[in-house]
């Protein structure tokens, strides 16, 4: 489960079904709007912050509303290029009186080329006349990189910093990555949820360490999550299991590496005897490499790395931490 939520949106896809868009990519595009919604529905799994949406394609326009079938029976259209009505379609029809009260509403224009002539180029702004949407628009092919047909990505994602996005192909729309990058834009605040669990205080090194915190994870695993200036001697360990019977015991270090060395090969041995599992995160660029590889056990995949602390708050490293960890 992915421990984040984002807000109630309202997301409008307006996509390309013209001739010079064919069959294959089309298809990719039908998947874009499948990944990229399964994965901000599974952000939205409060009542209160559903996701609403809806396909729109061009040539001519047509509507759907959403289901993962309904977005699979689409049809390639194979027409002309007809952008700019679609915007104006895409807002009378789909969000100006059917817009959620405190829902935010994001379209996302995705385009190969030039419109037809013969379309009315004013409408490429249509949206921006509206300060709550908010427009991302997604241009595939080597033409975007003239500076004219730039220009109008832009227009269409009314100016803004950060909302015209470029590739090359349209198998770029289903990498990994890219989905990544637009949850960040539908989504770019999201409220990290932590797991509701119990909590209690474990036991108090007489050294210079800070406490330990020992705290249950639901199903058959147990974490000991451990904050320190330097690496601690894991108290408590050399006598009674903290654990719970047939629990997996894990440890997560949040260090820079730097310590002295005269605790850590007790610290470690302590861990082993247990059959703790280490998990280790290092911060900064100026870590002591082998005392990082040493508390994580040998095991180089179980050390996460961040420039600064300010890391741990990335919603992207915690989701990655979190899936590693459970």
């Not at 994965?39 to 394609?57: C, I, Q, Y």
């Not at 628009?137 to 909302?163: H, P, V």
């Not at 310590?259 to 090969?265: F, H, R």
């Not at 660029?285 to 708050?313: H, M, N, P």
């Amino acid at each position: 489960l992915t421990p984040k939520r984002c807000g109630a949106l309202d997301i409008v896809f307006v996509i390309d079904s013209s001739e010079s868009v064919g069959l294959a990519n089309f298809t990719l595009e039908k998947n874009f709007v499948i990944n990229t919604i399964n994965r901000l529905g599974s952000m939205a799994k409060d009542p209160n912050s559903e996701t609403a949406k809806g396909v729109n394609t061009y040539v001519p326009t047509t509507f759907h509303r959403f289901s993962s079938d309904a977005v699979k029976r689409l049809e390639w259209i194979a027409g002309g290029t007809w952008t700019p009505s679609a915007l104006k379609y895409a807002y009378d029809h789909l969000i100006k009186d059917s817009r959620r009260a405190k829902a935010n509403v994001t379209v996302v224009v995705i385009t190969d080329g030039r419109f037809d002539p013969r379309d009315d180029d004013s409408l490429l702004t249509y949206l921006c006349s509206d300060p709550s949407v908010d427009v991302s628009a997604i241009g595939i092919g080597d033409m975007f990189d003239q500076i004219e047909e730039n220009e109008s990505l832009k227009s269409i994602a009314c100016q803004r910093d950060g909302r015209v996005l470029g590739m090359r192909r349209f198998a770029d729309l289903v990498a990994e990555e890219f989905i990544d990058k637009i949850e960040t834009v539908l989504c770019p605040d999201p409220v990290i949820v932590c797991p509701d669990l119990p909590c209690k205080t474990g036991c108090e090194y007489s050294g210079p360490h800070r406490d330990v915190s020992v705290c249950g994870l639901q199903g058959s695993r147990q974490a000991v999550l451990m904050l320190y200036n330097c690496t601690v001697s894991l108290c408590g360990l050399q006598g009674s299991r903290l654990a719970r019977r047939n629990a997996e015991l894990s440890f997560v270090f949040i260090t820079d590496g730097i310590t002295a060395g005269d605790s850590l090969e007790e610290g470690v041995s302590a861990m082993r005897r247990v059959e703790g599992i280490p998990t280790v995160i290092a911060m900064g660029t100026d870590t002591d490499q082998e005392v990082l590889r040493k508390v994580a056990l040998g095991d180089t995949l179980a050390i996460f790395r961040g420039e600064d602390y300010a890391t741990l708050g990335k919603p992207t490293f915690f989701e990655r931490f979190i899936r590693w960890v459970c």
